[in-house]
Structure formats: structure tokens, C-alpha cells
């Protein structure tokens, strides 16, 4: 009899311990409380936390309010209260941080960060182009949708249209052919190889002149010649990095020396580095910003113009490496995003030096004289740069 009474007393002890166990696990293990000197305590409410611990099972132990700049959103047991998120430079205050709710950033108009990415910096908004109009505009969570305008809806239209286009354009290239062909013969009668020659011209005035003509020139349709003489002249310049070759021709080339033509008097542009005029440097240098580094920032949009076909060489020139080139065209899907994120290295990378002169002087050095005044010129007009006063 005393066994079995030492027996059933030892089933009921062990009964109540373990209903005592599964209950401190589930409260400990569904986050309603923690777990201090092998007893469940339970959470702090939100905005506190805790300062002391209970000293019984299933109680709350001292919690205490977080002090300024902390905070805890949930219930917890944690031993001391977060620190609330500071805005980035790139970013907008939505609400400030109290002791039950972080800091709330977002990015500042005209830029966005998708809200399934780490938003790690915040990316330009897309731009829409000249035959596209906007669907959805920018926020600080989406990039600007844009689509073509004019869109034809018709199905036959639009084969109607895309046949006039296509024989439009093989007639252009047959009217071109001939016309080359034609020339061709009567430049290779009227001059044997070797006999064209190279313009000198020693009165800087003439340049300007001369090269206005010959942009006038060209738009009217005139044929010019343009191949030189003599072996002796330098070939194409070729893109050894990355990228294509870049193809020397008038189109390429914002301006450069000037060659004689047999039905012109008049000289082309070959696409060969020089070194920049007194009246260049004098200009740059008397070009000042308005509002510091962020007038450099802002102007990196204006550089979206650039050629496509120089974008490599710019940046080369201007000390980024072939990696954090090809990063960039990995990672941006237009031109523009592409120019800005690689401005936005080269300026970490060069810190304090970095400056609105030295981006124009790569172009100019490029010969990309129309795409510096054009940049210049927007500079100046958005009120990011002003000239010094004589």
C-alpha cells in the first residue's frame, strides 16, 4: 500500500511539472515572452524595454520607456531600445522616428527605389523621349513608364506604312550608290592618287568661319571628298578598350582639321584629338558654380547627350576602369541612366578635385565641342554655373 501511494504521488509530481513546462515553452516560444534565469518572463510592450527582469514565472519584469532617438515597434525582451534610421543624403523625411516607430525615408523627387530592392542609393528617373509620351509618371517608388506615340492601331495600315518606308529607303540607297559611283569615276580621272592635298591654315580667325560653311555644306547635299593623300596620314583612331571601333567620319566628328575637297573650298573634319584653344581655357576658367558640389550633381543629367559612340573613351579619360564600365552598361538599361550612375563613381572617386571643368575639358579633348557648348550653355541657363564677372 505505501508503494503505491509513493507511486501515484510520483505520477501527480510529474503530471504538474510537465503542464508547467509545455506551458513556459509555449508562451517563451510564440514570442510573447523570454526567457531570463530558466523562467518565462513576459515582453515589454512596444516603445519600452527591459530594465529588469521577473523574478516569477509568467510575469513582467521592469520595463522602461526608450530614451530620445530609440525605439521598439512590438513587444519584445530586449535589453535596450533601437536606434532610429537617418535619411541619406539621396533621400526625404517622411516621418520622424518616436519610441514606437522607426524613421520613415523615401527618395527625393525625380529619383525612386524599387520596394522589392535593397535601396542601397536611389536611381534617376527615366526620361521620357521626344516620340514617346508618359504613362505613369515617376515616384518615389517606380520608375516613369513611357510608351511611343502615335501608334497605329490597324493591323494592314501598319504594313502599308512599314512597305513605304522600306522603299523609300532602298530608293535613298540607290540614288546613293550611283551618285557615288559617278563621282568616284570623275575624281579618279581628274586626279591620280597622291595629288589631293592637305589644307594649312595659319589664321585661327578662318577656323570658325570655315567649319560653319562646311556644316552648311553638308546639309545641303554637297559631295565632298574626303579621303586623304599619301600614305603617310594617320589611320582611323581605333577604340582598343571596349566597345566597336568608332568610325571616322564627318558625322562622328564635332570638328577637327580641315582637308581640301576638289568641289568645295571648304575643308572636313577629321576626328583627331587637339589640344584646347587660349579661348577655351580662358572660358572654363572664368566658369564658376553656383551652389557647390550640388550644382555638379545636377548637371550630370545634361550629359545624357553625349555621343553613344564616345561614352567609352569619356570615361576612360576621365579615370574609371573597363569594370566599372561595364558594370554600369550591365546594370542601367538606357544611355542616360548609364552616364549618370558612372558620373556619380567618378565623382566618389575623386573627391574633393572633382569639378564641371574637367568633364568639359574630356569632351573638348574628344573634339566633342558641340556636345561641351550645348552642356555649358544648359548649365548656365538652369542656373547650376555662371561666368565670373570681368
Not at 490597324?154 to 540614288?175: G, L, P, Y
Not at 553656383?290 to 553613344?308: Q, V
Request: proline content about 3%; charged content about 25%; hydrophobic content about 35%.
Amino acid at each position: 500500500m505505501r508503494h503505491f501511494t509513493s507511486l501515484l504521488m510520483l505520477w501527480i509530481w510529474a503530471w504538474s511539472s510537465s503542464g508547467s513546462r509545455t506551458e513556459r515553452d509555449i508562451v517563451c516560444r510564440d514570442g510573447m515572452g523570454y526567457e531570463s534565469n530558466d523562467i518565462c518572463c513576459l515582453n515589454c510592450p512596444a516603445g519600452t524595454f527591459v530594465k529588469e527582469a521577473c523574478s516569477t514565472a509568467f510575469e513582467r519584469g521592469v520595463c522602461q520607456q526608450c530614451d530620445f532617438d530609440t525605439y521598439t515597434e512590438h513587444d519584445n525582451g530586449l535589453l535596450k531600445c533601437l536606434m532610429c534610421t537617418k535619411c541619406r543624403p539621396d533621400q526625404e523625411l517622411v516621418e520622424r522616428c518616436n519610441s514606437t516607430r522607426n524613421t520613415h525615408c523615401q527618395c527625393k523627387a525625380g529619383s525612386f527605389c524599387l520596394p522589392d530592392q535593397a535601396c542601397e542609393v536611389c536611381k534617376i528617373c527615366r526620361k521620357c523621349k521626344e516620340d514617346e509620351e508618359m504613362v505613369e509618371s515617376c515616384t518615389a517608388h517606380s520608375n516613369t513608364i513611357c510608351r511611343k506615340t502615335g501608334s497605329i492601331s490597324s493591323s494592314t495600315s501598319t504594313v502599308v506604312v512599314s512597305m513605304v518606308v522600306v522603299a523609300f529607303f532602298m530608293i535613298i540607297v540607290i540614288i546613293g550608290c550611283v551618285l557615288y559611283r559617278r563621282t568616284s569615276a570623275q575624281l579618279a580621272s581628274r586626279w591620280p592618287r597622291g595629288m589631293l592635298k592637305t589644307c594649312i591654315e595659319n589664321g585661327s580667325d578662318l577656323v570658325e568661319a570655315k567649319q560653319n560653311a562646311v556644316n552648311g555644306t553638308l546639309e545641303e547635299g554637297a559631295q565632298i571628298l574626303t579621303q586623304p593623300v599619301g600614305e603617310d596620314m594617320a589611320e582611323d583612331e581605333e577604340d582598343k578598350g571596349l566597345g566597336p571601333s568608332l568610325p571616322n567620319t564627318t558625322a562622328s566628328s564635332q570638328t577637327s582639321l580641315p582637308v581640301c575637297t576638289l568641289t568645295s573650298e571648304y575643308c572636313l573634319s577629321r576626328s583627331l584629338p587637339q589640344p584646347l584653344n587660349t579661348l577655351e581655357i580662358e572660358k572654363l576658367r572664368r566658369l564658376v558654380p553656383l551652389n557647390g558640389d550640388e550644382s555638379l550633381r545636377k548637371s550630370f543629367d545634361l550629359f545624357g547627350e553625349i555621343d553613344l559612340n564616345y561614352h567609352n573613351r569619356f570615361f576612360r579619360l576621365l579615370g574609371l576602369s573597363d569594370n566599372a564600365i561595364r558594370s554600369a552598361e550591365v546594370s542601367c538599361s538606357s544611355p542616360e541612366d548609364r552616364v549618370y550612375e558612372l558620373l556619380k563613381i567618378w565623382m566618389e572617386k575623386e573627391g574633393m578635385k572633382a569639378n564641371f571643368k574637367s568633364l568639359i575639358e574630356a569632351l573638348l579633348s574628344l573634339n566633342q565641342r558641340l556636345s561641351a557648348e550645348n552642356i555649358v550653355a544648359r548649365a548656365v541657363d538652369c542656373g547650376y554655373f555662371s561666368y565670373e564677372e570681368d
